[in-house]
């Protein structure tokens, strides 16, 4: 049984279909890649996973169990984290505050303190920075601080929604870096990326949306050398 399994979910915004019946699965441990131009659906499709829209049908299975109609906030404590686009930081809290904004739901403050202790290792400014306003923050930082946010609650599965954009080409080489060493502790991994090349990458799968339609899936590897691919994603 896969970790992740979405059935046919079509979404809607009004009368505008913007997923129209689409189907994949996340196997524990992978890194998957959704990939595809700006208004392919990738945004919509992981917002409707983690319980921020309803789909009008299909359904969304995590761990084998429905969880289509259970509201987001609900889902973190399942298991399941979001690190949204465009970081959506508490930009008037310190990072020590917005780290623990996102371990609400556990209740063990052992845990909490041991999560914060995990994420400053992986995000030493963070450490560095921990009663700084987040506000304040450069956008590298700032995506590192979501990014150690959504962890904090000891997700299996972490959701990433273009989490390279607007950072400089340094800054996206260690934020992918990142992403790799948090699939390496085990974490499954599904990201939704513009940086085509760079997210093939470091996946193992990916699948390619196209105004709401998955057209292309495979191995990652195999789908970085594909001809298609390369013309409308990869600028080659």
Not at 57 to 83: C, N, Q, R, W, Y
């Amino acid at each position: 049984m896969a970790m992740l399994e979405v059935k046919n979910i079509e979404v809607y915004y009004g009368v505008i279909q913007a997923i129209k019946g689409i189907s994949f699965e996340v196997n524990q441990g992978e890194v998957i890649a959704l990939i595809g131009a700006n208004g392919a659906g990738k945004t919509t499709t992981l917002q409707t996973i983690t319980g921020m829209l309803s789909p009008k049908s299909g359904e969304v299975l995590f761990e084998g169990v429905d969880i289509t109609k259970i509201p987001g906030h609900k889902i973190v404590g399942m298991g399941m984290a979001h690190v949204p686009e465009g970081r959506r930081v508490f930009a008037q809290l310190s990072v020590l505050e917005n780290l623990k904004l996102g371990a609400y739901t556990v209740k063990d403050t052992t845990q909490i303190e041991k999560s914060l202790e995990k994420v400053y290792t992986s995000f030493p400014r963070l450490a560095e920075r921990k009663n700084q306003m987040a506000g304040t923050l450069s956008g590298g930082e700032q995506q590192m601080l979501a990014m150690g946010r959504a962890l904090m609650s000891q997700p299996r599965l972490i959701c990433m929604d273009e989490p390279s954009m607007g950072l400089s080409p340094i800054l996206v080489d260690e934020i992918f870096k990142i992403i790799t060493d948090i699939s390496s502790t085990g974490t499954t991994v599904l990201l939704v990326e513009q940086n085509a090349k760079k997210a093939l990458s470091i996946a193992d799968r990916a699948y390619v949306l196209e105004t709401g339609n998955i057209v292309l899936e495979g191995k990652a590897s195999e789908l970085l050398d594909n001809e298609d691919i390369k013309k409308a994603y990869l600028g080659e």
